[in-house]
C-alpha cells in the first residue's frame, strides 16, 4: 500500500489501525479497507503517470516550436527543456506507472479474496476458520505488495554494476 510519498506511507493509511478486535466481520472489514485504499491510490496513481506524460510530451513538442518563433530568444527553449528534465525526473523519483500497476494487481488481488470469502469458496469454507484465513490473506497481498515498493525505493547499481546508488 506504500507509494512514494510519505502521505501515503502504510502506517498512515487508514487500514492499518492499531487495536481493531478481531471479531465477527472485522476480516471483511479489513479487506474493504484495504480495497478501499488500492483503489483510490491506483487511481492518484494512474491520474499523476498520465498527466506527467501529457506534460512531458507538451512541454517537449514546445521546445522546437519556441526556437522558431523566438529564434533571437534561447532563454525559452532552455527553460522548456528544463522543464522536461524535471518532470522526467519526478517521473522516476515517484514511480506512478509503477504504483498504478502494482495497487492494480493488489485491489484485484483483495477482490478476489473477497469473492471467495463470500461465495464460501476453499480456503473460506468453514465458517470456524474464514476470518482468519481472508485477514492473513490481505495481509499477504499487502506485505507482497510493500515488498515491491522497498525494492524499486532500494539502493540500485550503477551501470557498471560496481557501486549502489542511493
Known amino acids: 500500500m506504500a507509494q512514494d510519498s510519505s502521505a501515503d506511507e502504510p502506517t498512515t493509511t487508514p487500514r492499518s489501525g492499531g487495536s481493531a478486535e478481531a471479531g465477527p466481520g472485522y476480516a471483511m472489514s479489513l479487506a474493504n479497507r484495504s480495497y478501499d485504499w488500492y483503489q483510490g491510490a491506483a487511481g492518484r496513481a494512474r491520474r499523476n503517470f498520465r498527466l506527467s506524460e ?3 510530451l507538451l512541454v517537449s513538442a514546445a521546445i522546437p516550436v519556441s526556437a522558431v518563433l523566438w529564434s533571437k530568444n534561447a532563454e525559452i527553449p532552455a527553460v522548456l527543456g528544463g522543464i522536461v528534465v524535471v518532470i522526467t525526473g519526478l517521473r522516476s523519483v ?6 498504478y500497476l502494482r495497487f492494480t494487481e493488489a485491489r484485484e488481488a483483495v477482490e478476489a479474496e473477497r469473492r471467495l470469502y463470500n461465495t464460501g469458496t476453499e480456503p473460506y469454507a468453514d465458517p470456524r476458520t474464514r476470518d482468519q484465513a481472508l485477514a492473513a490473506a490481505v495481509t499477504r497481498i ?3 505488495e510493500m515488498g515491491t515498493w522497498v ?3 532500494g539502493p540500485r547499481a550503477d551501470p557498471t554494476g560496481t557501486n549502489v546508488l542511493p
Open 54 to 56: 501529457t506534460l512531458l
Open 94 to 99: 515517484f514511480h506512478w506507472q509503477d504504483d
Open 142 to 144: 499487502e506485505q507482497r
Open 151 to 153: 525494492q524499486l525505493a
